[in-house]
Nanobody, 126 residues
Framework: QVQLVESGGGLVQAGGSLRLSCAAS????????MGWFRQAPGKERDFVAS????????VYADSVKGRFTISRDNAKNTVSLQMDSLKPEDTAVYYC???????????????????WGQGTQVTVSS
């Protein structure tokens, strides 16, 4: 399995930006579909964005489409989430996740992801 460590969370005002990063170690990073999920207080964990193994195909939750951008650098074993035009409803713990799948497509399905980071808090003030 791959080990994942997120960084880059924090407190930001509405309309601002943050960039989350996830560093992976262990098995071959380029063999994993990568995703970001988030969990707000009292709510279930929700899909945010996913990127395929080669980095050329991405999918987003409707709530973040046009504001968030997922990217990866297979040479550096990292995946990032650029978050712009942040809203108070984006406040959550954000988790990086890795899926070992047999296909080179992004995934919205939480059950595809077998490795998870510890999470990083993002707080957006109004």
């Amino acid at each position: 399995q791959v080990q994942l460590v997120e960084s880059g969370g924090g407190l930001v005002q509405a309309g601002g930006s943050l960039r989350l990063s996830c560093a992976a170690s262990g098995q071959t990073f380029s063999g994993y579909v990568m995703g970001w999920f988030r969990q707000a207080p009292g709510k279930e964990r929700d899909f945010v964005a996913s990127i395929n193994k080669s980095g050329g195909n991405t999918v987003y939750a409707d709530s973040v489409k046009g504001r968030f951008t997922i990217s990866r650098d297979n040479a550096k074993n990292t995946v990032s989430l650029q978050m712009d035009s942040l809203k108070p409803e984006d406040t959550a713990v954000y988790y990086c996740a890795a899926a070992w799948t047999g296909y080179n497509l992004p995934s919205r399905r939480e059950y595809d992801y077998g490795s998870w980071g510890q999470g990083t808090q993002v707080t957006v003030s109004s």
